[in-house]
């Protein structure tokens, strides 16, 4: 039986108790960041307590070690998500990743008039790369047309698809309405048109599981510190032979084999060839970490108890008077909502004063407002350690706000 409460005495900042406060910080924003389990922090400093030095560069016992550990992570990652090992290639985030795969592989294989579907539900990191192929190369985005709610369905992406379409980009589980895509029909559809399909797995990779073989997809980006990881680490899976048509955005030591000054040079294998420049070794070792942690729970342990937690708050939020829920029946741990006549950023402001982190604004979706006709949202993302505990202060404070707010307006 899956306990929240034995699993926040693995993180730190559930020790922190902000002052004035009778709770400790009540934390719903784990879509923007994850708190990180101590193995994850002990992992970083083992890197640099024990274990500093470069990577792949070095004839010595630590350099081989810090190697070692690097390739082990690799095939954690590869595992994870059912890949290659060598279709593991690191960057520093979901950002990094899209636009590797936006500059690095589309910049050299689209031409005028090719068009790229995206949605309006798409984070920036999705959408601003794409905009700058359009206008460097002439290709045209898209947008697949959303369901009412907000959902992408595969009737939608075959009835947008032309014979122009060359690549789909869209989210697993989008950032603001938490829905999830079920990736595989529509990379189906998609290869056989002889699209190809890349996936934004920030919000997914670390909820449920995804299994890019069995999905059939052709890249995907996620982030090491929305997965209880840190910062400045993330993942780009690519097959093979598409990484291998992928050109570097970096050019430097560590990806390549040889260069003359002639002007010529050989480039490594992947994913070497598009990693180059010193890692981020030590955040490395923390995303490690923080998979096995995650393996450790068991990825189902972590989808299920989700589920029974939005359940839970969905519940409780629903009777709270004048609350607008955009994504009631999201499957993610993600809920959009507003108060009636309240602007988001003062009840985030307000849960603030309660010890509530929510997020609000435009959650780095900006077009999602041709969708929902709400430029700011509240977002509460819930992680398994959140507790029904967490959730009745956070309900409590949201009744309480809706007075206060009332009389502030009267
Ligand atoms: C759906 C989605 N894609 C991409 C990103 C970008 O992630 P990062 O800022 O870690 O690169 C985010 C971050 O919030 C996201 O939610």
Known sequence: MFDPYKVR???????????????????????????????????????????????????????????????????LIADFINADVDEIVFTSGATASLNLVAFGYFANHLKKDDEILITVAEHASNTLPWYKLQEIIGCKVKFIPLTEEGRLTVENVEKTITKNTKVISVANVTNVLGFYTDMKPICDLAHKYGILVVCDGAQSVPHVKTDVKRLGLDFLGFSGHKMLGPTGIGVLFGRKELLKETQPIFYGGGMNEVFEMN????????????????????????????????????????????????????????????????????????????????????????????????????????????????????????????????????????????????????
Do not use: W
């Open 9 to 75: 005495q693995d993180f730190p900042m559930f020790r922190n108790k902000i002052q004035m406060q009778d709770h400790d910080l009540v934390f719903l924003d784990n879509a923007s960041t994850t708190f990180k389990p101590q193995c994850v922090i002990d992992a970083m400093n083992y890197y640099n307590e024990f274990e500093t030095t470069n990577s792949a560069r070095g004839d010595y016992d630590t350099m081989y070690h810090v190697d070692q550990k690097i390739h082990k992570t690799r095939q």
């Open 263 to 410: 002007g010529s040079y050989v480039l490594h294998d992947v994913p070497a060839k598009l990693e180059g420049g010193t890692k981020n070794i030590q955040a490395i070792y923390g995303l490690g970490a923080a998979i096995e942690y995650i393996n450790n729970l068991g990825l189902e342990n972590i989808s299920k108890y989700e589920k029974e937690l939005r359940a839970y708050t969905l519940e409780k939020m629903k009777k709270v008077k004048d609350i607008i829920i955009y994504n009631e029946n999201a499957e993610s741990g993600i809920i959009a909502f507003n108060m009636k006549g309240v602007f988001a950023q003062d009840l985030a402001t307000l849960l603030n004063s309660k010890g509530i982190a929510c997020r609000s604004g435009n959650h780095c979706a900006k077009n999602l407002k041709n969708q929902i006709h709400e430029i700011a949202t509240v977002r509460c993302s819930l992680y398994f350690y959140n507790t029904k505990e967490e959730i009745d202060i956070f309900v409590d404070a949201l009744k309480e706000g809706g007075n206060f707010l009332d009389a502030y307006f009267a």
